[in-house]
């Protein structure tokens, strides 16, 4: 079966860094875009990034641009997420998906979600 299994989170301070990543079986990994969500208590899931099957970055929240980076290694079926400059307000589950383009815009394919992984950033 589809399977999503983030890892990497954790808790830093303000500044720090953290890589997550993303396990997926299930399904041929390299013909999907592929994007981290992330949700914070209160709030709705967002969009951080998108990758193409070919591995370029979509859709990259304005909150998060110029620190994070989305990144897709097709050979070992992950995606990844290096979070730089870490901020109080990324404190969030995050998700990767499967996703789709429509136009200029991103959309998760929906029904398959790992666990997420928990990112706590606080003095």
């Known amino acids: 079966q589809v399977q999503l299994v983030e890892s990497g989170g954790g808790s830093v301070q303000p500044g720090g860094s953290l890589r997550l990543s993303c396990a997926v079986s299930?399904?041929?990994?390299?013909?999907?875009?592929m994007s981290w969500y992330r949700q914070a208590p209160g709030k709705e899931r967002e969009l951080v990034a998108a990758?193409?099957?070919?591995?370029?970055?979509?859709n990259v929240a304005d909150s998060v641009k110029g620190r994070f980076t989305i990144s897709r290694d097709n050979a070992k079926n992950t995606v990844y997420l290096q979070m730089n400059s870490l901020k109080p307000e990324d404190t969030a589950v995050y998700y990767c998906?499967?996703?789709?383009?429509?136009?200029?815009?991103?959309?998760?394919?929906?029904?398959?979600w790992g666990q997420g992984t928990q990112v706590t950033v606080s003095s």
């Open positions: 998906n499967a996703g789709y383009y429509r136009g200029y815009f991103y959309y998760s394919l929906g029904g398959y």
């Open positions: 990758v193409t099957s070919g591995g370029v970055s979509t």
């Open positions: 299930g399904f041929t990994f390299s013909t999907y875009p």
